[in-house]
């Protein structure tokens, strides 16, 4: 157990589980976009450790960069999501997977799916790490699924609970 903040969290899914998942994930990626060099934009600061390790198991040329929002406070998601920092390279023509650590309601991930539908973009692919189905509530289909969660917080690799957790190596879980 561990305690952040108030509140005490429980071990979840381990490193090597994460790990298999991530390798997964990497691998369906280059199967299904064949010869094509995919850049990766991770949406901070969840992501940042799942894209990290995505790229280094990656079998093949790829790039990255990054996005940032802030729509996230506490345990609850807020619905709102307010602007988008960080995108300035051209994007007409590329492959491109937007990288969530984690879609809880889906919100983050319909609103950033809009913003770069307007560019020229050859195909744009959405990939996450975890996916609470229970919690999801759009019809955008997501096209890369790491690990399926139950409705319940999480926290480590990457997702904080106010700010802590984030360098844990394995995911933890809300208590009762
Ligand atoms: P959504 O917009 O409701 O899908 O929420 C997506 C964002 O909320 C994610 O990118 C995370 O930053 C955050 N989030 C959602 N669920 C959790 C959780 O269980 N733990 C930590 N952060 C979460
Ligand atoms: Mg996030």
Redesign the pocket.
Known sequence: MIQLHDKTFVPFISEKSIATAVKKLAQEIADDIKGEIPLFIG?L???FMVVSDLMKVYPGDCEVSFVKMA??KG?T?T?K?SELIGINENLEGRTVILI????????????LHNIFSQQKIKTLKTA?L?F?PE???KDLKIDYKGIE?PN????GYG???DGL?RNLPEVYQ?KN
């Open positions: 949406v600061n969840g992501a729509s996230y345990t998601t619905g999501v969530e650590d984690i879609v809880d309601t889906g919100n983050t991930l319909e609103f996450t975890f609470k919690a999801y509530r969660i319940k917080f999480i926290v997702l904080d609970y957790g809300l």
